[in-house]
């Protein structure tokens, strides 16, 4: 009986189970080996880490958590979880069960991107979604945005003072007029057909829309759509919030004792939505292992 199980090893998984395992808390980490940042080169606004391979981060964080006699790792995914406060029993991909009083969920978020032919394998190295993130790679470049005019708005005022240049193209939808009128009031320039295809083009990206090309230093998407990379939250029956996340408190307890998350795929709701960001991920994970030692001690 594990005094915690963390689902999920990135920033947030590896932090909570750093926590846990200064405490002395027996604590096993399931690492399924599927990571948001998976195919990142580089990850960025990260103090100390700024440019640092988002691999070479895990790796250096499960070498430093292999110290910690408390903490066990196993490569493997969970299935399922069932149980209650104080006794979970979780079903791992392998076929074993393992049981916990409680259970950190950080397993994490994926990107379902709007459907543009290249954009799959462009994404994380060539195109982007996290201005803070890949914004400042492209200074004094042109770069383009994907996606619709709310959102593409949001994404010029954040980068206009960055780039040389933006280009917006609509995806599934043409603009408006008003529209236009709109981003190009921004600066930016509108094209005024349909994004049909991106691909990597040297050190760029060349951006199709009908029989129009045009080459840019970087691509960044203002719509798609994120998604629970597991099934969990169902499964618990966990209080969701209108984006779609799992509803946490200040120490990321869910709706349900005994079951904590951090990441991606949670927050508070006093926040509108979850924010892409190593270091938030990895505080929250150290918040939810503090609400684990808290829900342990408590009579």
Known sequence: MYDAIVIGAGPAGLQAALTLGRMHRPTL????GEYRNGTV?????????????????RSTARAQLAEYADVEIRDVGAQTVTGGE??????????????TKSVILATGVADDLPPVPGLQDLWGVKAFSCPFCDGHEHAGRSIAILGPA?????????????????????????????ERQSLESLGAR??????????????????????DEQTVAGVFV????LRHRAPFADQLGLHLLPSGSIEIDDFGRTSAPGVFAAGDLAHRAS???????VLLAAAAGQLAAVGVIQS???P
Do not use: K
């Open 29 to 32: 980490l399931l690492d399924s």
């Open 41 to 57: 080169l580089h990850m960025h606004n990260v103090v100390a880490n700024d440019g640092t391979p988002p691999a070479e981060f």
């Open 86 to 99: 104080g006794a979970f029993t979780v079903l791992l991909a392998d076929g074993a069960s393992v049981d």
């Open 150 to 178: 709310p959102r593409a708005e949001h994404l010029i005022g954040l980068l206009g003072r960055i780039v040389a240049d933006i280009t917006v193209f609509p995806v599934e939808q043409e603009f408006s007029t008003d």
């Open 190 to 211: 509108v094209n005024a057909g349909l994004v049909t295809a991106v691909a990597s083009d040297a050190d760029g990206v060349r951006v199709s829309a009908g029989d």
């Open 222 to 225: 203002a719509s798609g759509s």
């Open 271 to 277: 926040l509108p939505g979850p924010m892409a960001s």
């Open 296 to 298: 342990l001690m408590a």
